[in-house]
């Protein structure tokens, strides 16, 4: 393989990883001038790769969303079926690491034409897989498009719907896809709320690219993974409760962080806060994370209540009677 064919494969590798590439960085990747860039570009266009360019200082090359399927690599009808098997694959979360599943998808919806795309969206809708547990329905299509802004750190719009019902448009720079619980959540900085929020991927429509790019703000795993944990709480509890503490607002939330979502000011002093879990034990656990000292008071209905009354006053029976002798301070038996 000649060195100008080894360089025109990784010029298009390089296009195929990243939206949008400066001419200058791209030269700087490659080892060679703009202007054999700008050849190689040419060669590519010329082996059926639709390569967009736009001049001026900001300027670059993109490979163009919609291209023909690379000749002699992928016919239509493996194209058209690798496309529905990542696809299935994303949805269903079938590979252990879901990361290399969308970044295969939004590689290959990248180039796939028009006519393919359309056939495969039709028959993507007739494959129903089955053996993997209840999870709420995600268009692999709008996985691709969010896997394609989170790689690229493009800014995107779309439509969204809370479980409340209430409907919403959202400006936003996504960071991660990850799934949990048969559900794949985007995690993002609101650009209207000016911070991190966690958004169900089956409640999206409507996804806009801006083309506007965006420095990402620095998030660790562990961070991401707490983004997801509150996130999978805010699904409706079999029991749920209010507690209004004695706590205003701000310190209220500066204390609980990403937990703090949701709550509401009761006034200058004190906050709303919504406590929930499979039964009142995990209700009760969830109260033990208010801060020492805080008192407050919690509209937990019955039988809920008297059964958690119970418990408590057990408890504090056990806490105040002397503890049993241990076994290491008994005298031996004679």
Known sequence: ??????????????????????????????????????????????????????????????????????????TDEEAVAMAIGLRVAAAQRLIGGPETTLTALAKLEQVLPAELRRRVNAL????????????????????????LACRDRERVRFAYVAASGEESRRRVEPYALAPADRH?????????????????????????????????????????????????????????????MDMPIDPMREYFGQWGQGATSEGADRTRWSVGGADFRETMFGMTYIPPGVEYATDLAEPERSELREVVERMLRALASPPPISRSTRSPAA
């Open 1 to 74: 393989m000649s060195d100008t064919t080894t360089r025109a494969l990784s010029l298009l590798n390089l296009l195929q990883t990243h939206r949008h590439w400066p001419g200058s960085e791209l030269a700087d990747r490659l080892g060679v001038t703009e202007r054999t860039v700008r050849r190689d570009v040419e060669r590519l266009r010329e082996l059926g790769y639709r390569i967009e360019s736009s001049p001026g200082a900001s300027g670059g090359y993109r490979l163009e969303a919609g291209s023909a399927v690379p000749p002699l690599l992928l």
């Open 184 to 244: 794949w959540y985007l995690v993002c900085w609101d650009l209207d709320r000016d911070d991190w929020r966690t958004f169900r991927v089956d409640r999206l429509a409507d996804v806009f690219h801006t083309r506007v790019s965006f420095e990402p703000r620095p998030l660790t795993p562990e961070q991401v993974e707490e983004f997801i944990l509150v996130a999978r709480s805010w699904v409706r509890q079999k029991v749920e409760t209010d507690v209004v």
């Open 124 to 147: 993507a809708e007739t494959v129903q897989p089955t053996g993997f547990g209840q999870g709420s329905p995600v268009s692999p299509e709008i996985l691709g498009e969010l896997a």
